[in-house]
Nanobody, 121 residues
């Protein structure tokens, strides 16, 4: 098992940046693919980005491509989501997850509690 805790959420004006981090504990972090998801109020959960165990393969959803970047540091057991040029439609709860498919967003079995991101216009 792996335990995940997100941090770095908050309030930002449109056009600003935030960096989300997810700290992992438990089983070997580098065994897992990692992903970031988000869910806005009243909407379905959306797969935002994924990264392979080595960091050599990454995926970002079309809605955030060119603005969001996923990275990981296996030595520090963290995965990050750098979010630039934020838009009001990026407002959501953001979740870190482990163990699924880098590209499809399926199969993630471990989840953090989430961190809230609010982007004002």
């Amino acid at each position: 098992q792996v335990q995940l805790v997100e941090s770095g959420g908050g309030w930002v004006q449109a056009g600003g940046s935030l960096r989300l981090s997810c700290a992992a504990s438990g089983r070997t972090f580098s065994d897992y693919t990692m992903g970031w998801f988000r869910q806005a109020t009243g909407k379905e959960r959306e797969f935002v980005a994924g990264i392979s165990w080595s960091g050599g393969e990454t995926y970002t959803a079309g809605s955030v491509k060119g603005r969001f970047t996923i990275s990981r540091d296996n030595a520090k057991r963290t995965v990050n989501l750098q979010m630039n040029n934020l838009r009001p439609e990026d407002t959501a709860d953001y979740y870190c997850a482990a163990g699924g498919n880098v590209y499809s967003g399926t199969g993630y079995g471990y989840w953090g509690p989430g961190t809230q991101v609010t982007v004002s216009s």
